[in-house]
């Protein structure tokens, strides 16, 4: 299993800035994962970032207005850039356990994020 | 392609009352399937997965899952509800290869009533 922390937990941001959430984990991992919950909606899938390489994003997902990094295998940030009231969301990073067959993923508290 | 569908955005059941929460999968390769409970304002929290040993899979609270290939489901139920299993409720599928995206259903609230 893996911790997964984030930060900030939660935030109230102004229209026109950027927030940048923050992921670690306990233990080296390959593969992070960036997810968007909308009020009252499931799980979308942002983009997948890998150590050492650019993110790989989703459909309706583009790295200006989410650009994430991912310095080292413990560690990755996804910032909202230009916000506005529609990026209102959980934000929940998540990592996979490759050394099972089953490809559990292993999730992050999330950051509430409220656009004004 | 893959996909989930959750049946009913919404259930409710009595305290004390079995819970079936239905869960359909479409996947090109072979699936692990899970069933995450998330709790208001709380994080994901993962009940059970099925990884194609047992069918039937037991999780935690007295959660279970039937995995049946014929039919291409994977609902969870608990034999008696309990008002602390108020919460929204996830099934989420995952090929065990041909490349990696997990696939989130739309989601089930269940509401327990007293």
């Known amino acids: 299993s893996a911790v997964i922390s984030q930060k900030p937990s939660r935030d109230i941001c102004q229209r026109g800035t950027s927030l940048t959430i923050q992921c670690q984990v306990d233990?080296?991992?390959?593969?992070m994962f960036w997810y968007r919950q909308q009020p009252g909606q499931s799980l979308t899938l942002i983009a997948t970032?890998?150590?050492?390489?650019?993110?790989?994003?989703e459909s309706g997902f583009v790295i200006d207005k989410f650009p994430i990094s991912r310095p080292n295998l413990t560690f990755s940030t996804l910032t909202v850039s230009n916000m506005s009231p529609e990026d209102s969301s959980i934000y929940l990073c998540?990592?996979?356990?490759?050394?099972?067959?089953?490809?559990?993923?292993?999730f992050g508290p999330g950051t509430r994020l409220t656009v004004l | 392609a893959q996909s989930v569908t959750q049946l009913d955005s919404h259930v409710s059941v009595s305290e004390g009352t079995p819970v079936l929460l239905r869960c359909n999968y479409s996947?090109?390769?072979?699936?692990?399937l899970f069933w995450y409970v998330q709790h208001p304002n709380k994080g994901l929290q993962l009940l059970l997965k099925?990884?194609?040993?047992?069918?039937l899979v037991k999780g935690i609270n007295g959660f279970e899952a039937e995995f049946k290939k014929s039919e291409t489901s994977f609902h969870l139920t608990k034999p008696s509800a309990h008002m602390s299993d108020a919460a929204e409720y996830f099934c989420?599928?995952?090929?065990?290869?041909?490349?990696?995206?997990?696939?989130f259903g739309a989601g089930t609230r269940l509401f327990v009533k007293a």
């Open positions: 996947s090109s390769y072979s699936p692990s």
């Open positions: 970032a890998n150590q050492g390489s650019e993110a790989t994003y």
């Open positions: 099925y990884t194609s040993a047992a069918t």
């Open positions: 233990s080296q991992v390959t593969m």
């Open positions: 989420v599928v995952t090929p065990r290869s041909g490349g990696f995206k997990t696939i």
């Open positions: 998540s990592v996979e356990d490759r050394l099972a067959s089953y490809n559990e993923q292993f």
